[in-house]
């Protein structure tokens, strides 16, 4: 079992950026590859990042890419998503999760969402204008 505990959300205005961070229990977190989604109000779960098992690898959505970066720590059991030069459209709350594989495919972010083994409860990030 892994149990994800995200953090950092909060109310930011347009342009400015947040760091969320997400930290799970176990030893076992270098298993597995991590994810950050989202989801607006209203609007299905959409896939943000993903990052490999070592960290050496990270995909992207294309909504984000260029404005938000994935990383991780593995000696702290934490998964982090700096988000810079945030929109409106950013708004909604988001979720870590955990899966045992990496991302695959040029539109692996259409499925992403089936891979996953383990979900955070989710932290709201505001974007005002």
């Known amino acids: 079992q892994v149990q994800l505990v995200e953090s950092g959300g909060g109310l930011v205005q347009v342009g400015g950026s947040l760091r969320l961070s997400c930290t799970a229990s176990g030893r076992t977190f270098s298993r597995y590859a991590m994810d950050w989604f989202r989801q607006a109000p209203g609007k299905e779960r959409d896939s943000v990042a993903a990052?490999?098992?070592?960290?050496?690898?990270?995909y992207y959505a294309d909504s984000v890419k260029g404005r938000f970066t994935i990383s991780r720590d593995n000696a702290k059991n934490t998964v982090y998503l700096q988000m810079n030069s945030l929109k409106p459209e950013d708004t909604a709350v988001y979720y870590c999760a955990a899966a045992l594989t990496e991302p695959s495919g040029s539109n692996w972010y259409a499925t992403r969402g089936y891979d996953m083994a383990y979900w955070g409860k989710g932290t709201l990030v505001t974007v005002s204008s």
């Open positions: 990052i490999s098992w070592s960290g050496g690898r990270s």
